[in-house]
């Protein structure tokens, strides 16, 4: 069974990768991929009496799997309705244009200082929000910004790796960072101060890489306002409710301690409610778009795409092919010694920021948390830098590929990119950002820094 699942999941992704030879939708197949894996796990399992007679007979078995189902549907659903929410808070302000008010404060036209001022926005921005949220925003404000779709693809793909880097550093800004400080593993000043230099670094040596080959000047699209004249006022009050909204996900979260996407559709409702009566306000030629108009054209098949891909993932982790391959990564490196110290983690955890990028970095980061538990014994206690370092590389190595972590997918989804498009030109710059902030933070690290003796004498 393992090997079947296994060979399915790598052939599902080979399609998606080669979606434009094939000419076959990665939606198609990532749905495809969800239910075959999901159905091949059931039969072999059916088949095998043994595995029958340990959930005591076939109705046992039946309600296990259906609760598993039904279990992981709901937290890919959380994923799917807050992706949705984003989706329809940012291009309803793009629709009032909103981000007008933004895009004419960037002045620049200089490829060089644009890339720039992009990156270090997405970064901050991605740190308060989340990686994906940014990511959407900032796909929005490219569209004003950059008429060529290469180019623009260009300027996404870095917002990705910013954005990823982002959101590794805040315990609010990644879904994998927030899993370890929930837990305890991290705190919040020390998970700031121990990878903000990592993250920083991650992100700037792409965009350091870019800048140097760019030279000239971007060409905005021209302004096209659809024959609907927004007020500035209305323009104003759109774009500071959904921006406030989106703050406010996490803020909901903190106080309530619900999942955040009932925080964004909390701050849906409330913008949709503002636009219904902003629409019958205005009598001044079109009537003024609402969150019904928005939500006609809202990107549906990157949606799916995204419960596809998820529920793949779910199969393998309830068959054991996830934890099995963090309890193997633990018994091949996790007592590698220099010298006298413990290094190997720091390799498990640079090969989890790999495979995040291939399998969603969520069930692997849970499988991890279930083989070091905290408590009495612990093997790696809270604040070690393990757990630091996961936050960075689970956070940061999704944007390996596009498909491996939410943000790309969303930017994907949005503006239609390659995958191998992806692969060639931004992958090589995600995995030099990648290695360039692991560097930084193990040169970080105190216990490695002052104890390990080899790097005392590189010093």
Known sequence: MIVALVTIFIVGYACIALEHPIKVNKTATALLLGCLTWAVFNLFNMANPETIAGYGGVEGYRAFVSSQLIENLGETAEIVFFLLGAMTIVTLIEDYQGFRIITDKIATTDKRKLL?????????????????????????????????????????????????????????????????????????????????????????????????????????????DDGIEVPQRFRILVLVMGVAALVFVPVFKTITHLPPYLGMLLGLSVLWVTTEVLSRKHSKGHALPTAVSTLEHVDVPTILFFLGILMA???????????????????????????????????????????????????????????????????????????????????????????????????????????????????????????????????????????????????
């Open 116 to 224: 720039w001022i992009i990156s270090i926005l997405t970064f901050f921005l991605s740190a308060l929000l989340d990686n994906m949220t940014t990511a959407i925003v900032m796909v929005a404000l490219l569209r004003k910004l950059i008429a060529d779709k290469r180019e623009r693809w260009l300027y996404a793909g870095m917002a990705i790796l910013a954005a990823n880097s982002g959101g590794a550093w805040s315990p609010i800004g990644d879904v994998t960072t927030i899993m370890l400080w929930i837990k305890g593993e991290v705190t919040t000043f020390n998970i700031i101060a121990k990878t903000i230099v990592a993250s920083l670094v991650c992100m700037a040596v792409p965009v350091w890489i870019v800048g140097r080959t760019l030279k000239g000047n971007i060409v905005r699209p021209e302004e096209t």
């Open 313 to 459: 993932v779910s199969c393998l982790k309830v068959a054991g092919i996830l934890n099995g391959l963090a309890m193997g990564l633990n018994n091949a490196f996790l007592n590698l010694h220099v010298g006298h110290e413990p290094v190997g983690f720091f390799l498990i955890d640079l090969i989890i920021g790999v495979l995040s990028a291939i399998v969603d970095n969520v069930p692997l980061v849970a499988a991890v948390q279930g083989m070091y538990p905290l408590g009495d014994g612990a093997v790696f206690a809270v604040n070690h830098p393990f757990w630091e370092f996961l936050a960075y590389c689970a956070g940061t190595g999704g944007s390996l590929l596009i498909i491996g972590s939410a943000a790309g997918v969303a930017v994907m989804g949005m503006e239609k990119i390659d995958f191998i498009w992806y692969l060639k030109k931004i992958s090589p710059l995600a995995m030099a950002g990648y290695l360039a902030g692991a560097v930084v933070f193990i040169l970080m690290d105190v216990t490695l820094f002052e104890k390990v003796e080899w790097l005392k004498n590189l010093v």
